[in-house]
């Protein structure tokens, strides 16, 4: 069984970058045509799709975080990494990996597999 788990660093200040790590275990995340998608719930709103990154190593960006946003991964350690730049206490939220043969939606159910999620919060 496959679980992704997002690791995070809980607390960044103003103007700084945002790391989160997703891990995928129980499996192999060298499949073919699979995506891993990032999003994220600020407090009080909807679910926002950031982006995503295919098995083919393609990278999709959501157009409004799309300056800001890079997205990474490491098929050694079953590691995919979001950066988020220049953050503001906008982007505090609970940020989420989820992964399978969807992409740019924030519908679980067009995924395979979805984290827990981890806090980030933007303050000084």
């Known amino acids: 069984q496959v679980q992704l788990q997002e690791s995070g660093p809980g607390l960044v200040k103003p103007s700084q970058t945002l790391s989160v790590t997703c891990t995928v275990s129980?499996?192999?995340?060298?499949?073919?045509?699979?995506?891993l998608n990032w999003i994220r719930r600020p407090p009080g709103k909807v679910l926002e799709w950031m982006g995503a990154?295919?098995?083919?190593?393609?990278?999709y960006y959501s157009p409004t975080l799309k300056r800001r946003t890079s997205f990474s991964r490491d098929t050694s350690k079953n590691q995919f990494t979001l950066r988020l730049s220049s953050v503001t206490p906008e982007d505090t939220a609970v940020y989420y990996c989820?992964?399978?043969?969807?992409?740019?939606?924030?519908?679980?159910?067009?995924?395979?597999?979805w984290g827990q999620g981890t806090q980030v919060t933007v303050s000084s």
């Open positions: 990154i295919a098995s083919s190593g393609s990278i």
């Open positions: 989820a992964y399978g043969k969807g992409i740019q939606t924030t519908k679980r159910d067009e995924y395979d597999y």
């Open positions: 129980g499996g192999s995340i060298t499949t073919n045509y699979y995506y």
